[in-house]
């Protein structure tokens, strides 16, 4: 990859994001809040703040469902044509040593891949009035714990990593 086409990458997806949030503010902003004003969240989510609002927030939901799924299915196709491209070539590799590596390599991405997009999907695809503590798990997966696991998912590939884990678990 050459370095202009990473650094474009790179001031793209920091405006997209940055974009998405500031839409979500602006939204937000309209809004009386007139219930308890205490978020049962750890993070500030919108969909928590949206159930503290006493006016209709379908504008809002109906921007985070098409907006939001825009920005959830952009990233998710290209890794999926990606993926069905990578496939596609490992199946035409002569043997199957070579097959099993390749598709140990892409096995702990579609992990990761997984279990933070299946998070997202769970959170953020449905309106906020049936917001719920189950949301509130999902939204503690796809910000805490997949950045947590994603170094123990890599580092499982590597031989002493996965000998020492061996002696410990075979210590208890």
Known sequence: MRPKLCVLLVVVSWIITNLHALLHILLMVRLNICSNNTVHHFF??????????????????????????????????????SYAYIFSKVLKFPSAQGIKKALSTCGSHLTVVSLFYGAILGVYMHPSSSFSIQDMAAS?????????????????????????????????
Request: aromatic share 14%; proline share 7%.
């Open 44 to 81: 500030c989510d919108p969909y928590p703040i949206l159930k503290l609002s006493c006016y209709d927030t379908f504008i809002n939901d109906l921007t985070a469902f098409t907006e939001g799924g825009l920005v959830f299915l952009t990233p998710f196709t290209c890794i999926v044509i």
């Open 140 to 172: 503690v997966i796809f910000t805490v714990v997949t950045p947590l696991v994603n170094p123990f998912i890599y580092s499982l590939r590597n031989r002493d990593m996965k000998g020492a884990l061996r002696k410990l678990t075979l210590r208890f």
